[in-house]
Structures are given as structure tokens and as C-alpha cells.
């Protein structure tokens, strides 16, 4: 019986140590957070982060006019989800995420924007608290005016919950006691989505078009750089995509995959056009040859046709 009681008593005291001790980690590494929060210019220019769930997703969905962006002196964020750890046909792990995060920064240099990739595995995130409370950090972080990602309806689950984590962002970034390290937003940024094929439960809408003809050869650049998911497939890929040691036959694919991104963005300015239109004005729209287009998402600030060409500067 005294062994009993005793045991009891010690289950009772790591039981209360524990609890204890839970709440301890969640402290130490918001401070810490907070320490590492980018400093950056109280110079009125715009903010802008955008998230895709891997390291080229952000790129693929807003290099253009990130750079246009970029250009006029804004601020710019890509941030990668995850790490794309699988994102490959023929290597994974550490080497294909380190790989991956060289190329993504690669690309921000070449568009003037600077990156973040999370350490969080390919294929595995989920709409957690912790993660809910990652990303409301970082848009706070940032300070941003323009939040983007991809709309929720998407075929890969990577996709859908980094679009679910940025849209329980929407509200909690201006919530004082939420990630209290970091100091909420004043005013609730504008929340985008970016343009995609999906029709169900319901089709993109495209409330902002912008055209990118000026930037189009430095962003295909740029894109480009990202080799592992452009020239060898990423995980869809294989060995005779871009042979090593068969110079033509890389160069084929290097043109191949650079047309086939002219004609993804070129579709968007074809499938666009009312929105270019009302923008640019039919003359203008008209002549416009590639556009990356946007979607307002409903939870965040609802901005006026004055203030999104405030917010797009074009």
C-alpha cells in the first residue's frame, strides 16, 4: 500500500513538472522569435509576403510581379512552407532540401526579393496551432500590406493547408494576446489568392490583373535557376528530361521548359483580359502580352479599386 501511495505521489509530481514544463518551450522560442524579427525600414514603401508550400510555388505564382514590385523600392517575401524534402525523382531528404533552398534563394537575388524556406517536411504540414502560429508571426514579422498564397481548392494537400494556415492568419494577426512576442498589426493586411484552374467548389475570380511584359525575360531568368523542379521534373521527373553529359539535349529542355512558362503567364493575360481591362484600359490592356492575376480574399482587409492601385503601383 505505501509503495502504492508512493507511486502515486511521484506520478502526481511528473504529472505537475510536466504540465509545467510544457508551457516553458512555448516562451522560450517566441522570445526568441522575436529576437530574430527582420528590421526593416520605416520608409513607406510597401510590405509584401507571399506563401507557397514549397520551395518554387511562391515563385511559379508571383515572381513577375514580386519583381515589378521589387523595382520600385517595395519590400518583398517569398516564404517556402515546407522544404521540399521529396520534391524529387531521383533524391530526397536533406540534400534535396538544401538543394532546393540554394535555388529559391537564387531566385530572389535575380528578382530583387529576399526568402525563407520553413523546416517542416515535404508532404507532412498540417493546419496546427503551431504552424497557425508561425505564419501569423511572420506576417507580423513583416509588417505586411499585402499577404498571397494560393486559393484552398488545390489538388496537393501541401497546397491546401498553407492556404488554410494563411487564411486563420487573416484575423489572429491583429490579436494582441496571439504570439504576444511579436506586435500585432495595426491595420489588417489585404489577403490574396493567386490565379489557378481549379472550378470546384468554385472558380478563381480575378479581381486584380497585373501585366508583367517588362519583367517577362529576368523573371523566366530567374525561374529558371531553379533547376531540380524546372529542367528535371522535380518528383514527376526522370532521367531522360535533362541527361547529364548530352549537351543538346539539355539545351532542347532548357528551351522547352522556358516556353512553356511565356505560355503559362501569356494564358493568364488571354484568360484576364476584363481585369487587365479595368486597370490598364481596353487601349493599354489590349497590348499587354503576359499578367499574373489575383483573387481577394474575403477575410482580410476589403480594399476599393482606389487603393488596390495603390497597392499595385503599375
Wanted: glycine share 8%; with cysteine.
Amino acid at each position: 500500500m505505501k509503495s502504492l501511495v508512493l507511486t502515486l505521489l511521484a506520478g502526481s509530481a511528473g504529472f505537475l513538472a510536466g504540465t509545467v514544463y510544457n508551457q516553458m518551450p512555448r516562451i522560450h522560442v517566441a522570445l526568441a522569435q522575436a529576437s530574430t524579427a527582420p528590421q526593416l525600414p520605416n520608409d513607406g514603401k510597401l510590405r509584401i509576403i507571399v506563401f507557397g508550400a514549397h520551395p518554387d510555388d511562391a515563385e511559379y505564382r508571383a515572381a513577375g510581379v514580386a519583381m515589378k514590385w521589387a523595382k520600385l523600392g517595395h519590400h518583398v517575401k517569398l516564404v517556402s512552407a515546407t522544404n521540399g524534402d521529396i520534391g524529387h525523382w531521383q533524391t530526397a531528404g536533406g540534400p534535396l532540401a538544401e538543394r532546393r533552398r540554394k535555388e529559391v534563394e537564387a531566385v530572389a537575388q535575380h528578382l530583387g526579393v529576399v526568402n525563407e524556406v520553413l523546416d517542416i517536411h515535404d508532404g507532412e504540414i498540417m493546419p496546427t496551432l503551431e504552424n497557425r502560429r508561425t505564419f501569423t508571426r511572420l506576417i507580423r514579422e513583416w509588417d505586411a500590406d499585402i499577404v498571397i498564397t494560393n486559393r484552398p481548392n488545390d489538388y496537393h494537400p501541401d497546397h491546401r493547408y498553407t492556404s488554410i494556415l494563411v487564411q486563420d492568419s487573416a484575423y489572429m494577426v491583429g490579436v494582441p494576446f496571439f504570439t504576444p512576442s511579436v506586435k500585432p498589426l495595426k491595420r489588417n493586411p489585404v489577403f490574396l489568392y493567386t490565379s489557378d484552374r481549379f472550378q470546384r467548389p468554385n472558380p478563381f475570380r480575378a479581381d486584380v490583373a497585373v501585366g508583367i511584359d517588362e519583367v517577362m525575360e529576368p523573371t523566366l531568368d530567374a525561374l529558371l535557376l531553379m533547376e531540380s523542379q524546372i529542367h528535371e521534373g522535380g518528383a514527376d521527373g526522370n532521367a531522360s528530361l535533362y541527361p547529364p553529359g548530352n549537351e543538346a539535349a539539355r539545351q532542347r529542355r532548357r528551351e522547352e521548359v522556358r516556353a512553356n512558362l511565356a505560355r503559362r503567364y501569356a494564358q493568364q493575360a488571354e484568360n484576364y483580359r476584363g481585369a487587365l481591362n479595368t486597370f490598364y484600359g481596353a487601349d493599354k490592356a489590349r497590348s499587354i502580352r503576359y499578367a499574373q492575376a489575383f483573387e481577394i480574399c474575403e477575410y482580410g482587409r476589403q480594399p476599393s479599386q482606389a487603393e488596390l492601385k495603390q497597392l499595385f503601383p503599375f
